[in-house]
Structures are given as structure tokens and as C-alpha cells.
């Protein structure tokens, strides 16, 4: 066995495990979306001075009463319209992600494969943090510039190489 068909036995599944578990955590941040809001709309009610001394009664009355009043913030339909767009766009990159991978399109390319597991397990635990610590909904941008536009930019530029030249890409 060649030293390439060794590390495409381990990149290959370690690239669809790893992509699967990303959009897993892409998924559960979906589903856990109000918590996200609800710790933007308390951060922006709360200065950075008052966050440690504050008592709770001085507290956005809003944030303080049952979920269903949260849908009447006024800040609420923005930072969900923010939220749901982070997310179809990790969506949309993700299905790219799979067909390419699927496909076959890019899946014996030892430096591509290599960058899309590191990058998406980086992804993957970087949404779990932000689902476990309902982190200010804001952060999922940051999150899916990284590792999910990255990802489908890399993967369309080796095919945009591998099939507009005359050689096989190499990288």
C-alpha cells in the first residue's frame, strides 16, 4: 500500500464523519436559536458595567417574562432574520460540501480533503460552543465566514482547476 492510498483511507471518512458532525451542530444551532436571542437581546439591555453588579429586577422586563413575549421584542425579528440567514447559508455551503463530496468531485484531493476536515471540525466545535453557552447571535457569522465559506471556496476553486486545465490538479 502507497503512502497516498494510506492517507485516503484515513482523510476520506474522516472528511464525511467530520462534515456530518458539523451539520449536526449547524442543526442543533437551528433548533436552539431562541436561547441565542434571548442572550443578545440581555446584552444589549445590560452595559458591560452592570452585567457583574446588576440585580435582576432592573432587568429588561421582556427578558424577565415567559418565551411567548419574547416574539414581541422589537429587536426580535432582526436578530432572527440575522440568525436564519447564518444558518441557510451554512446550509447551502454544507449541501455543496456533501455533493462534491458525494460525487467524488474533489474526494482524492489530499490537501483539499486535509483542510476540510481540519476546517470543519473546528466548525463543528465552534457551533457546539455557541449552542452550549448561547453565545449573542451575531458570533454565527463569524462562525460560518470561517468555516463554512472557506470550505466551499476552496472546494470550487480545485474544481474550477482540476476541470478548466490541461493536467490534473495536484493540490
Not at 472528511?15 to 441565542?36: E, Y
Request: hydrophobic letters at 45%; one cysteine or more.
Amino acid at each position: 500500500m502507497t503512502q497516498q492510498n494510506a492517507t485516503n483511507l484515513i482523510l476520506i471518512p474522516a472528511r464525511f464523519i467530520v462534515t456530518i458532525g458539523h451539520f449536526l451542530a449547524i442543526s442543533m444551532a437551528n433548533h436552539s436559536s431562541d436561547d441565542n436571542i434571548r442572550s443578545s437581546l440581555y446584552a444589549s439591555s445590560v452595559s458591560a458595567n452592570d452585567h457583574y453588579t446588576s440585580n435582576y429586577s432592573t432587568l429588561d422586563p421582556v427578558l424577565q417574562s415567559p418565551p411567548t413575549s419574547l416574539y414581541h421584542h422589537p429587536e426580535y425579528r432582526s436578530l432572527r432574520t440575522e440568525l436564519n440567514s447564518a444558518i441557510s447559508i451554512a446550509y447551502a455551503c454544507m449541501a455543496i460540501d456533501m455533493i462534491s463530496l458525494l460525487f467524488g468531485l474533489s474526494i482524492f484531493k489530499k490537501r483539499v480533503n486535509f483542510f476540510q476536515v481540519v476546517t470543519h471540525f473546528f466548525g463543528s466545535v465552534l457551533v457546539c460552543y455557541f449552542v452550549a453557552y448561547s453565545m449573542k447571535a451575531e458570533l454565527l457569522w463569524h462562525i460560518v465566514g470561517w468555516t463554512n465559506i472557506t470550505t466551499v471556496s476552496v472546494e470550487l476553486i480545485g474544481l474550477i482547476v482540476t476541470y478548466h486545465s490541461n493536467s490534473p490538479a495536484r493540490w
